[in-house]
């Protein structure tokens, strides 16, 4: 193929679409000037108000409690979904058990949040479970679809890798759950930790399906951002950004890192 | 090497423990296979299929004040029970140009803002998928880096950027040219849809277009093609199942989103997440917002089908 000069100016200006809105809102973050989009001089004094906000503070602590919580749950069920779409070639409901792992992908937000909260509020008129709404609700509905993301990370791993090392454990007297242990977890492992990291980023990120679900004192990270940004532009947001937008970076960096490390090294050609 | 001794090799020690849980639970009749199913299937049953019924159930309740805010559909009534289904949720939904006004708009903008992403992410992912080796990876991060960081702050950077007094106008502003108004128009809400699932189009068209085999595109240059009619009739249609599936998933998602018409659309743009949003918490009429969502379901139902098939295309080439 010859390379013309389409291609990398297009790829060029794509890349600056998608980070010139983020580099000018970290800019803006040591604005001095209330005004965000007005440059008055260097300070740091909005993440000084950033960390004297107890509001905010007790949205970020649910928040990262939440994530944490529902990204372990996704991890142990996603990867469990995984190993039975992979391993089990077929079984009875394949067809409807893939769909529903899924689906939860790309179910637009406001129908998966309005559906947990009926479930939430029928089951606690007939059971009395789940009693109010807070948390717990929450964590529910994010582990629901981070499950899906889990699934789809681990399915890939586990499609990729020589199944005759698995054969081989059995071959030498280890039972399935030994193998499971012993070798495909092991193997897997790089995808689980990607699979977590998501679903954890996922989970922080969400807004429409936390605001549904969630009672009075259990409002997240997003829903607090939420209504400031709809008052108008505040610099002490840009500065929270800032700092997700720092933390979220380096994560991504040291993954890409890992799984290229872990990756078996391949002949180029 | 041969083996001089007995050919019978006893199973370590060590494996003792795992044989005897799978042993113990085989006796109850459980195999590994219900066992690996059992919590995922359940979970999914209640927390996903359960509730889209449960939605589809109330949609035929009214609304009522007290708590539950909706009707009852089974009342007993002196040893009757009696099941009351209510249609008018839905003969609501096609009679009050609301709604269908929403569909339509939410249809139309999630459509043409899937065209201009696809026009803009199309040449990224070919470029990506072109470029040497050492690169590939670090420009592939650099797509999917931005998809990790919030969204709801990346729509708040885009505030920044297009408000009156915002980045875009000063640097106009640089050169005389009048501020251009773009917040709380439907131009932002293409924008803002553009900018956020940019990264979703990018995915799938690369996944298609790094295996196509540069073979085919040196034997049509061999037979005379140029390299306009190399694309359309080989490139293209190769790509289809990438360009279907990150299409799709654009355009599902952009129908039932709240997020951006909500921050960056006017009070004009209608879409029909926003219409359900605030039938639920502004008038808190349950049912018409789970009407609401049934009629949404409907609408994504094909394009979910069509990803589908365009994603099991996209993994086995």
Redesign the interface.
């Known amino acids: ?4 000069w ?3 100016i ?2 060029s200006l ?2 600056a ?6 580099v ?2 970290v800019i ?1 973050s040591f604005n001095e000037s209330k ?4 440059w008055s001089g260097f300070s740091t004094k909005w993440y000084g108000e950033l960390f004297s906000d107890p509001q905010l503070l007790g949205a970020a602590w649910l928040s990262l409690q939440i994530a944490a919580i529902s990204a372990s749950i996704a991890l ?3 990867t ?2 995984a ?2 779409l992979v391993r ?1 070639r077929r ?1 009875k409901g394949r067809t409807l ?1 893939s ?6 992908l ?6 998966t949040g ?3 909260l ?2 939430f ?2 089951m606690e ?1 007939t059971l009395g479970w789940p009693q109010g709404r807070g948390m717990l609700t929450i964590v ?2 994010h ?2 679809f981070c ?1 899906a993301y889990v699934c789809v990370v681990v399915q890939s791993r586990l499609s990729d890798f020589d199944r005759s090392l698995e054969e081989a454990a059995m071959d030498l ?6 193998t499971f ?1 012993d070798i495909t977890l092991p193997i897997i492992a790089p995808a689980l930790v990607s699979g977590w990291l ?1 679903g954890f ?1 996922l989970s ?2 969400d ?2 399906i936390a ?2 679900v969630s009672g009075p004192g259990s409002s997240t990270l ?1 829903m607090v ?2 209504s400031k ?2 008052l108008g ?1 505040s610099p002490d ?2 500065a929270l ?1 800032t700092i ?2 720092a933390i ?2 380096l ?3 040291i993954a ?1 890192i890992l799984q ?1 490390r872990a990756r078996p090294k391949k002949a ?1 050609g | 090497m041969t083996t001089a001794h007995e050919p019978t090799i006893p199973p370590p020690r060590r494996l003792r423990p795992w044989n005897a849980v799978e042993r113990r639970l085989a006796k109850v009749g459980i195999s590994g296979r219900v066992l690996v199913l059992v919590a995922p299937v359940l979970w999914l049953l209640v927390f996903f299929l359960v509730p889209l019924a449960v939605v589809f159930g109330i949609s035929l309740a009214t609304k009522q004040f007290g708590r539950p805010p909706y009707s009852a559909l089974l009342s007993t009534e002196e040893g009757t029970v009696q099941l009351t289904l209510h249609l008018s949720n839905y003969i609501k939904l096609f009679t009050d140009n609301l709604y269908v006004a929403a569909y339509l708009s939410s249809i139309r903008i999630a459509a043409i803002a899937t065209v201009i992403t696809l026009l803009i992410g199309y040449p990224m992912a070919y470029a990506i998928a072109r470029a040497p080796d050492r690169w590939r990876n670090i420009l592939l991060m650099l797509v999917v880096l931005p998809f990790f960081t919030s969204f709801l702050l990346r729509v708040y950077a885009l505030t920044g950027f297009m408000r009156g007094n915002g980045v875009i106008n000063q640097f106009l502003g640089l050169f005389g040219i009048e501020p251009l108004v773009m917040m709380q128009t439907d131009f932002a809400v293409y924008v803002g849809i553009v900018y956020t699932y940019l990264p979703f189009m990018i995915l799938p068209l690369y996944t298609t277009l790094v295996k196509l085999d540069t073979a085919l595109f040196e034997a049509s240059a061999d037979l005379g093609a140029r390299p306009a009619r190399t694309f359309l009739s080989i490139t293209l249609p190769l790509s289809l199942p990438g360009i279907v599936a990150g299409s799709m998933l654009v355009f599902i998602p952009a129908i039932g989103e709240f997020v951006i018409p909500s921050l960056l659309g006017g009070p004009g743009t209608l879409m029909i997440g926003r219409v359900l949003w605030d039938e639920f918490f502004t008038n808190t009429n349950w049912p018409r917002a789970a009407a609401v969502a049934m009629a949404m379901l409907v609408v994504v139902v094909v394009p979910i089908m069509l990803l589908q098939r365009a994603q099991s295309a996209v993994v086995e080439k």
Request: proline content about 6%; overall charge positive; aromatic content about 12%.
């Open positions: 193929m010859r390379r013309g389409f291609l990398p297009a790829a794509g890349f679409f998608l980070y010139a809105p983020i000018s809102l803006f005004l965000v989009t007005v142990v069920l996603g469990l979904a190993v039975a089990f079984f058990f769909g529903m792992v899924s689906a939860p790309v179910m637009p937000d406001v129908i309005l559906a947990l009926l479930l509020v029928a008129s529910i509905a582990a629901t499950t007297g280890a039972s399935p759950l030994r242990f998501l980023t922080l990120d807004l429409v605001s549904f997003p951002i939420f940004v709809k532009v947001v840009n950004a997700i937008i979220v970076a994560g991504v960096l890409t290229l180029r």
